[in-house]
């Protein structure tokens, strides 16, 4: 008897580690798929990228900073202009 209930305990834990197995295999391929469909979703909305975001993101700063490099010299020149007596 207890020779069978040692395979019965046995058999059973083998299930139960198979059956770990296959729920761990049927977790990675839902969030497979789901990771699929997220990326598919994206591209289907037009979404950009990080790295195209990254680079505009950039190149908006550049240009903030070469407009206020390029408003400082302008005030600095309107403000020669009328030291000279010239347009207001």
Request: proline share 1%; no cysteine.
């Given at each position: 008897?207890?020779?069978?209930?040692?395979?019965?305990?046995?058999?059973?834990?083998?299930?139960?580690?198979?059956?770990?197995?296959?729920?761990?295999?049927?977790?990675?391929?839902?969030?497979?798929?789901?990771?699929?469909?997220?990326?598919?979703?994206?591209r289907e909305m037009d979404v950009?990228?990080?790295?195209?975001?990254?680079?505009?993101?950039?190149?908006?700063?550049?240009?903030?900073?070469?407009?206020?490099?390029?408003?400082?010299?302008?005030?600095?020149?309107?403000?020669?202009?009328?030291k000279v007596g010239g347009a207001?």
């Open positions: 008897m207890t020779q069978t209930s040692n395979r019965i305990f046995d058999e059973l834990a083998k299930m139960m580690t198979d059956a770990a197995g296959a729920a761990q295999g049927a977790q990675r391929e839902v969030e497979t798929f789901m990771r699929a469909q997220g990326e598919k979703m994206l950009v990228s990080r790295e195209d975001f990254e680079a505009v993101r950039a190149m908006a700063e550049k240009a903030r900073a070469e407009n206020e490099r390029l408003e400082a010299r302008i005030t600095a020149l309107e403000a020669a202009i009328k207001p």
